[in-house]
């Protein structure tokens, strides 16, 4: 059983940092490729970045591209997602998912943690 669990979240100005963690509960860490997705009220999730489990290649939405920075500590099992110049329309709920593939696809994950809330206020 993988069970992930995201922090980190909170209340920022625009322009202003977070940094989110989920913490991944399972011996099998480096199995995994995690990401990190979104979802506003009203929307679908979208993706937001990833990073694969072989070579810890990235990969990042074009509105997270720049800003955002998506890492992974084996030692620890979390995965973290620097946000940089927070905009207000990255307001939404984060979520970590797990799965085999890297892929911007939020099906082809198998795990999911339960969110954390990012608000930026303009």
């Known amino acids: 059983q993988v069970q992930l669990v995201e922090s980190g979240g909170g209340l920022v100005q625009a322009g202003g940092s977070l940094r989110l963690s989920c913490a991944v509960s399972?011996?099998?860490?480096?199995?995994?490729?995690y990401a990190w997705f979104r979802q506003a009220p009203g929307k679908e999730r979208e993706f937001v970045a990833s990073?694969?489990?072989?070579?810890?290649?990235?990969n990042y939405a074009a509105s997270a591209k720049g800003r955002f920075t998506i890492s992974r500590d084996n030692a620890k099992s979390t995965v973290f997602l620097q946000m940089n110049s927070l905009k207000f329309e990255d307001t939404a709920v984060y979520y970590c998912?797990?799965?085999?593939?890297?892929?911007?696809?939020?099906?082809?994950?198998?795990?999911w943690g339960q969110g954390t809330q990012v608000a930026v206020s303009p």
């Open positions: 998912g797990a799965g085999a593939v890297a892929t911007a696809v939020a099906s082809q994950y198998d795990y």
């Open positions: 990073i694969s489990r072989s070579d810890g290649s990235t």
């Open positions: 399972t011996r099998t860490f480096m199995w995994f490729t």
